[in-house]
C-alpha cells in the first residue's frame, strides 16, 4: 500500500516538474513573439499619412535595434539560465533521488587517491 503511494506521489511530482519546464519554455517563445511584435515592429508601423517609406524603416531600425536587443537578451537570457538551473535541478532531485538514492545511513566519503592506495596497499 505505501509503495502504491509513493508511486503515484511520484509520478504526480515528475509531471509537474515537466509542467514547469514546459510552461517556462512556452513563456520563452511568447516573450520572443512579444519583443519583435512590440519591439522592431515600431519601426516599421506606417506613419500619418499611412505609408511606410524604406528610409524610415531602415534608419528606425537601425535606432531601435540596440535598446531592442538588449532588453530581449537580458530577459530572454535570464528566463535561459532559469529553465536550465531548473532542469539540472530537477534531473539531480527528482530523477537521482527516485531511481538511485537508498538513505541507509552510510556516511558519504568522497574519493580520495591517499585513502584509495592507503587501504589498498594494506
Not at 531600425?61 to 535541478?89: Q, R
Not at 539531480?92 to 566519503?109: A, D, I, L, P, S
Request: with cysteine; charged share 10%; hydrophobic share 50%.
Amino acid at each position: 500500500m505505501i509503495e502504491t503511494i509513493e508511486f503515484v506521489l511520484g509520478s504526480v511530482s515528475n509531471t509537474a516538474s515537466y509542467l514547469r519546464l514546459w510552461a517556462l519554455s512556452l513563456a520563452h517563445s511568447q516573450l520572443g513573439a512579444v519583443f519583435i511584435e512590440q519591439g522592431l515592429s515600431v519601426a516599421w508601423k506606417p506613419g500619418s499619412d499611412g505609408t511606410t517609406t524604406l528610409f524610415k524603416a531602415i534608419i528606425g531600425s537601425f535606432i531601435l535595434w540596440f535598446p531592442f536587443w538588449g532588453v530581449t537578451m537580458a530577459v530572454l537570457m535570464m528566463m535561459d539560465v532559469m529553465e536550465c538551473g531548473l532542469h539540472t535541478v530537477r534531473l539531480h532531485w527528482v530523477e537521482f533521488q527516485n531511481k538511485f538514492f537508498q538513505g541507509q545511513g552510510y556516511v558519504y566519503t568522497p574519493f580520495n587517491f591517499k585513502t584509495h592506495y592507503a587501504t589498498a596497499s594494506k
